[in-house]
C-alpha cells in the first residue's frame, strides 16, 4: 500500500525550504518543477509529497479524475521504484492503470526499452521555451507582426507605463484578473475555476513565493499583468499573464515588456503548456517557440 510504503504530506508553504533546494538539484526543464506551480495548484491537484528513499515523490488527487503519481526525482537509476511505486498506488486506489504522468524526457530514456512499462507523450503538455532576447526584441521575419501588434498599441496608448510588481500593486492585480475571469465565467468550467483560484493564491503569496512580476498601466490603471520565477539556470517560467483583451496589443507588450525587464539573466522562457487548447496552441507557436519540451505518461504493461 502506497500510504505505508511512503509517509505522504500535504503540500505547505514551508515545504519550499526542503523541496526548492531538491527541485534545483535536479535542474529541472519541465515548468511543473518549480515550488510555486505546486503550491498555488494544491487545492485543485490536492498534492501530497514524500521521501522514498533518496527520491521526492509527489501524489496527486484531482476531483473528478483518478489519482496519479508525478515522476520521482532525486538519484538514478529510478525505474525499479517506478515499479513498486506504481504497483503501490493500484492497491491503494484501485486503479487499474495507475500512471505517472507529465514526465520528462530524462525520465523517459531511463524506462526506455524496459518491457514492461508503457511510456506515450503527452502532446497537450509538452512546454513551449523561447529565447528570452527574441521575446524582448521582436525582431526578424517570423515575429513581424507581434512587433506590428507593440507598435500599434505603442502609438494608440503612448502614456502607457511598464512597472515591476510590488506589494502595493497586488490589490490592482486581482482587480484584473476579476475582470478577465467575469469575461470568460459564462459558462461554467472547473478548470478555469481553478485557474483564477491560482492565480490568486500567487498573487496572495506573491512575496513569499519570491515571484518576479511586471504590470502595464494605462492612464495610471493597471491593465495587464504577469508573473514568473526561476525553474533552472537559464530558464525562468511564466506562470501567469493576464490582460484586458479588449485592448489591441496589450498581450503583446506585457509579453515583450516582461522579457525586456524582468529575468534579463535568463536565456530561456518557458511559458508552459496549452492543454489541448487549439487557440492557445496557435497563439503559442505564433511566438516561435525555440523548442518544445516534452512530457510523458508512463504506465505498468
Not at 525553474?231 to 484586458?244: M, R
Amino acid at each position: 500500500m502506497i500510504s505505508s510504503l511512503l509517509n505522504f504530506k500535504p503540500l505547505d508553504l514551508a515545504d519550499r525550504e526542503t523541496l526548492r533546494p531538491a527541485f534545483r538539484a535536479y535542474n529541472p526543464e519541465t515548468s511543473e518543477w518549480t515550488f510555486t506551480n505546486f503550491f498555488v495548484w494544491r487545492s485543485y491537484y490536492h498534492f501530497e509529497w514524500a521521501h522514498h528513499e533518496d527520491l521526492i515523490v509527489f501524489l496527486c488527487r484531482p476531483e473528478g479524475q483518478e489519482p496519479f503519481l508525478l515522476m520521482p526525482i532525486g538519484q538514478t537509476p529510478r525505474a525499479e521504484k517506478t515499479r513498486l511505486l506504481l504497483r503501490a498506488l493500484a492497491e491503494e486506489t484501485g486503479v487499474k492503470h495507475p500512471a505517472i504522468h507529465k514526465a520528462d524526457s530524462r525520465f523517459a530514456a531511463e524506462l526506455a526499452g524496459l518491457p514492461d512499462f508503457i511510456v506515450e507523450p503527452q502532446r497537450d503538455h509538452f512546454d513551449y521555451v523561447y529565447d528570452r532576447t527574441a521575446l524582448a526584441s521582436l525582431s526578424g521575419r517570423k515575429l513581424h507582426s507581434k512587433k506590428n501588434h507593440l507598435n500599434r498599441f505603442e502609438r494608440i496608448h503612448p502614456d502607457a507605463e511598464y512597472r515591476p510588481i510590488d506589494a502595493s500593486l497586488v490589490p490592482a492585480c486581482i482587480e484584473v484578473l476579476d475582470r478577465w475571469h467575469e469575461s470568460r465565467s459564462r459558462v461554467h468550467n472547473p478548470v478555469l475555476l481553478a485557474e483564477a483560484h491560482a492565480v490568486r493564491e500567487a498573487l496572495g503569496h506573491f512575496e513569499a513565493l519570491q515571484l518576479i512580476g511586471g504590470v502595464i498601466l494605462i492612464r495610471g490603471r493597471v491593465e495587464a499583468f504577469t508573473l514568473g520565477s526561476e525553474l533552472n539556470a537559464d530558464t525562468a517560467v511564466v506562470h501567469v499573464e493576464k490582460a484586458d483583451p479588449e485592448i489591441p496589443g496589450l498581450y503583446t507588450a506585457i509579453n515583450q515588456r516582461f522579457a525586456s525587464d524582468a529575468w534579463t539573466r535568463a536565456s530561456f522562457f518557458n511559458r508552459e503548456q496549452d492543454l489541448g487548447e487549439e487557440g492557445l496552441r496557435k497563439a503559442k507557436l505564433s511566438y516561435n517557440p525555440a523548442r518544445l519540451v516534452e512530457k510523458f505518461i508512463v504506465r505498468l504493461r
